[in-house]
Nanobody
């Protein structure tokens, strides 16, 4: 059983930055991965970024490339999402997810555990 605890969401002006954190507790497989998804009102949950614990490979959706950076702290079983140059379109509830075995990083159906979500609101 794995639990994910997210933090770092909040209100920020366009062009600003936030860093989200997600700490995982419990047992995960050796080749697990963690990622971030987001869901805006009236929209499906969409992939944002992911990272593999086996080789550190990272994956991003096109709309955040160059602005967001996903990273890990293996000792703390924690994943971070550094978000820079935030835009109003980034406003959403952001969810941390963990996969026992990371297959397709961009697919929400390949993840086994989910955090409670943290609200990110970008204003003008």
């Amino acid at each position: 059983q794995v639990q994910l605890v997210e933090s770092g969401g909040g209100l920020v002006q366009a062009g600003g930055s936030l860093r989200l954190s997600c700490a995982a507790s419990g047992r995960l497989f050796s080749h697990y991965g963690m990622g971030w998804f987001r869901q805006a009102p009236g929209k499906e949950r969409e992939f944002v970024a992911a990272i593999s614990w086996s080789d550190g490979s990272t994956y991003y959706t096109d709309s955040v490339k160059g602005r967001f950076t996903i990273s890990r702290d293996s000792a703390k079983n924690t994943v971070y999402l550094q978000m820079n140059s935030l835009e109003s379109e980034d406003t959403a509830v952001y969810y941390c997810a963990a996969a026992q075995i990371l297959g397709r990083p961009t697919s929400r159906y390949d993840y086994d555990y989910w955090g409670q979500g943290t609200q990110v609101t970008v204003s003008s």
